[in-house]
């Protein structure tokens, strides 16, 4: 099975001062000697720039686009990275007009739409709650309940 990896297991993953930083690395490791495929897509690499070199009095991680460029790389070298296509806009609109989505939730149904439109089934994310709406068409999986107790 493949999962897509949700932006914030990526972030959480690159800060090892963050309480979430071992949940994450655990979760990426356990996946992936089980054998799991861990994808990601260009919105989460723009999504993760974002965080990672907005200063941290703004809730980010504070790092220069040089740090921001090199984290980048390492995570298109670790993950398998799947390409945009012209078909996950029109799934994201589909999703967005299906379930009435508004805001900041846009994102996690461009998300959604690109996991089906890529054949995945499952995100590994610290925001399970946000992808309830989606529970038809995917399942979203907190760090901690793929590692063994």
Known sequence: ????LDTNVLLRSADPNHPMYDDA???ISWLQNQGETLCIVPQNLIEFWNVYTRPTNKNGLGHTPEEAGEEIRR?????NVLTDTA???DEWER???QYQVKGVNVH???LTAAMLVHGLTHIL????EDFNRYAR???AVHPTSVTPP
């Open 1 to 4: 099975m493949a999962y897509l």
């Open 25 to 27: 690395t655990n979760a």
């Open 75 to 79: 995570l298109k070298a670790f993950f």
């Open 87 to 89: 078909s996950i806009y």
């Open 95 to 97: 999703l967005v007009m």
């Open 108 to 110: 996690d149904a461009r």
């Open 125 to 128: 994310t610290f925001n399970v």
């Open 137 to 139: 068409e995917i399942t």
